[in-house]
């Protein structure tokens, strides 16, 4: 089954941008302690944030971000992505192969599946510090950064198109990192081990240094060597524990003050991550194990850096972001169950795939400070992307006359270039009103050149491009220390290519958002955030299936009409100094307006309009408690519980795949006395097999069902100093 633009590759080029935790559920760096103890003393504290370009807190803005903080997510033993997503509403990590998961964020999928999605565009994007990880054909970069010295990570939920541009339909999460001090040494040593039950124990090491150079510079350096050890069988192999994933790196940053005013940040990170065999089940999605007959093993990099300088005008603050990304892999994998379940039985079909893909990108803006009755930003957004790529599926046989089955070979290019701007003015009575847009235009080109068994499928330069612009309105109300507000937003996508033959063009795709919701303060230590929301998506991009001889080729087409409406929920309660919980709930209905036309096996199919999105629970649940107590020999020890819930899903358009819900309980404790941090966890407790994704044939073909599950149950172990 030949996959598309891109080339096949369960190791996609989508590299995080640092490595994914062991288990850091310690306190942070001593540079980072005071505001930490703050935190801890109070869940319910006001938080800054930069979601609008400007910083503000966290409950004024006019529209919904989740706040996890690094410190916070190293005390809960938070490792990756597949923890922490988990704990904000209406967000659903649809998980793959390392550096292949997807985000779902209010429903916004065409495609949940890593293998049989289009090349579009993610529908939800994803930025490290400003820098937008994206890329105009394909997915782009799904980031998974470790939350070891991380400052914060924030979920904005709904279309973000005016401030951060295209591929934000459903919302966006942001990675912000723990920048250097000017004024104080700090450093952390970190080492910890990882046990996974069925599976194997592997050990991790972190470390930060923090110095000041200076008065007016500082640098601050953080490296990791991180295993997450293996838990899946491979029978074809005799492989115990394949699985296992390695990611090593670090990262640089060097901030320099030379001046009162003026204040410049230069990041550079690298990780590489090795991959031993694939991390799906298949068969029976209880057992942790697969029979392909070789390993699926494969290697990515990600290199990035950025320069981001401040320059304070008196009035107003002038920002300019320069970045870069590179990412490049190299895979080696297995299809031979997949031909088979295609009606091509053969003794073995093997994969090998290499993609590279690299991003510039400028923004400079102009920014109100702090207070005042007008708060505003205006900017210029540059970026250009290329990519290119080269897989095979081999029959080393011959049965089919050929060894190479499909032979592709991709290039792809596309700029963005935008205005956009965004303002609030307060008004009297409480009452505000803000006002925000882009305007944008995109250009893309693809080729693709190879053959399909051995057949020539090469096609012309197809080049296209887009304009438009997304506006933003909103309207506030304060009253007391609550605030009611009203929004509605835009958001856009790329249009692309299909390769063919024929090749075939498909638009961009856009979404309004409209979305109202209330931030109380009933009681002195309570905050309760209610949203609610309805997003129409036109000229949606879905994934269709057509066939081409053996093969069923995917593609995308603007299929029309979707929508999705939601009810989103958060509290948080201080009960006292000792004990206080959180919890949040998210019910969302994603579904089409419109009739999709596709492919079940050899004929074509209508799929009738009211079919569900793929990849998002009608309902998702977040229970979290935490107990601060006096531990041994004077430490301060630190118990927290956290219960997370996953309705049911469908993993494709089609409804063949359908997961059902489970749920996750994990435990951490961990103590600290002076330097020292002692900690353990244990994650999914009751050791439950839940399915976050599946991969499977347009068919519907139930003998060919691959599952990736939530990990296991895992015991994690760290001991932490600071210095």
Avoid: C
Avoid at 125 to 153: N, Q, T
Avoid at 278 to 303: A, I, M
Avoid at 335 to 362: E, M
């Amino acid at each position: 089954m030949a996959r598309p633009q891109h080339p096949p590759s369960r190791l996609t080029v989508l590299g995080a941008a640092l490595a994914t935790a062991g288990l850091v559920v310690s306190l942070p760096a001593a540079a980072q302690q005071s505001s930490a103890t703050k935190a801890e003393a109070d869940t319910t504290q006001t938080v800054v944030i930069s979601a609008n370009k400007r910083l503000e807190t966290q409950r004024e803005v006019a529209g919904t971000v989740s706040v996890l903080q690094g410190s916070d997510l190293e005390r809960r033993g938070a490792r990756d992505q597949e923890d922490f997503l988990k704990l904000t509403p209406g967000v659903q990590l649809n998980r793959g192969d390392p550096n292949g998961s997807g985000i779902t964020i209010r429903g916004l999928s065409s495609q949940a599946s890593p293998e049989s999605g289009g090349a579009q565009q993610n529908a939800s994007g994803s930025y490290l510090e400003d820098v937008p990880l994206a890329s105009p054909i394909g997915k782009g970069l799904v980031a998974d950064i470790l939350p070891f010295d991380l400052d914060r990570i924030e979920v904005l939920r709904g279309p973000q198109g005016a401030l951060f541009g295209s591929g934000s339909l459903g919302g966006a999460v942001r990675y912000l990192l723990a920048k250097p001090e000017l004024k104080a040494f700090g450093a952390t040593v970190q080492v910890g081990a990882s046990s996974v039950s069925q599976g194997k124990t592997a050990a991790s090491l972190y470390g930060m240094v923090n110095a000041p150079l200076g008065d007016t510079a500082a640098v601050r350096v953080v490296a990791f060597d991180r295993t997450a050890p293996g838990y899946i069988d491979n029978k074809g192999t005799n492989t115990k524990d394949a699985n296992e994933v390695r990611q090593t790196g670090g990262r640089v940053l060097f901030t320099v003050k030379p001046v009162r005013n003026l204040t410049a940040t230069f990041v550079a990170s690298t990780q590489k991550t090795r991959q031993d065999d694939f991390s799906y089940v298949f068969g029976d999605p209880k057992k942790l194990e697969h029979d392909n007959p070789s390993l699926g093993r494969g290697t990515s990099q990600f290199d990035f850096s950025s320069l981001t300088v401040d320059y304070d005008l008196g009035g107003a603050i002038l920002t300019s972001v320069t970045g870069y990304w590179k990412a490049k892999s190299n895979s080696a994998g297995d299809d031979t169950k997949l031909f088979a379940t295609l009606g091509l039985p053969l003794p073995i079909v093997s994969r090998s795939a290499a993609s590279s893909s690299d991003a510039k990108s400028q923004e400079l803006r102009i920014s109100s400070k702090p207070g005042g009755s007008f708060s505003w930003v205006a900017g210029l957004f540059y970026q250009t992307n290329k990519g290119s790529g080269a897989a095979k599926q081999s029959d080393p046989s011959g049965a089919f006359g050929v060894v190479d089955l499909v032979d592709l070979q991709t290039t792809s290019e596309g700029t963005e270039k935008a205005f956009f701007f965004d303002g609030e003015y307060s008004l009297a009575g409480g009452w505000s009103v803000g006002l925000g847009g882009r305007f944008y235009k995109t250009s893309t080109a693809f080729q693709q050149t190879g053959t399909v068994f051995g057949g020539p499928s090469n096609g012309p330069l197809l080049a296209g491009g887009d304009s438009g612009n997304t506006p933003k309105v909103s309207v506030k109300y304060r009253f007391g220390d609550n605030i009611w507000y009203a929004l509605a937003s835009k958001g856009y996508r790329y249009g692309g290519v299909n390769e063919g033959p024929p090749q075939s063009t498909y638009k961009s795709d856009s979404l309004w958002n409209y979305e109202t919701g209330v931030r109380l303060s009933p009681a002195k230590g309570v905050q309760l955030d209610l949203t609610a929301f309805l997003m129409d998506w036109t000229n949606a991009q879905f994934t269709y299936f057509e066939q081409r001889g053996q093969l069923a080729f995917s593609g995308i087409g603007n299929v029309g009409k979707a929508r999705s409406t939601g009810l989103e929920a958060a509290l948080r309660w201080r009960i006292n100094t000792a004990f206080d919980v959180a919890a949040s709930l998210a019910h969302i209905d994603a579904k089409t307006t419109k009739d999709v036309q596709t492919l079940a096996g050899r004929q074509p199919v209508t799929i009738a309009s009211g079919a569900r999105l793929p990849g998002t629970a009608r309902l998702q649940t977040a229970l979290q408690g935490n107990y601060r107590f006096t531990g041994p020999l004077g430490s301060a020890g630190r118990f927290n519980i956290t219960h997370t819930h996953v309705g049911e899903r469908v993993i494709d358009l089609t409804g063949f795949y359908k997961a059902p819900a489970y749920d996750t309980i994990d435990l951490g404790v961990n103590f600290n006395k002076g330097p020292w941090t002692v900690a353990a966890g244990i994650g999914n407790v009751a050791d439950k097999r839940g399915i976050m994704n599946i991969q499977g044939t347009p068919d519907g073909n139930q003998a060919f069902q691959q599952y990736y599950l939530q990990r296991p149950r895992t015991l994690d172990v760290s001991v932490r100093y600071d210095f």
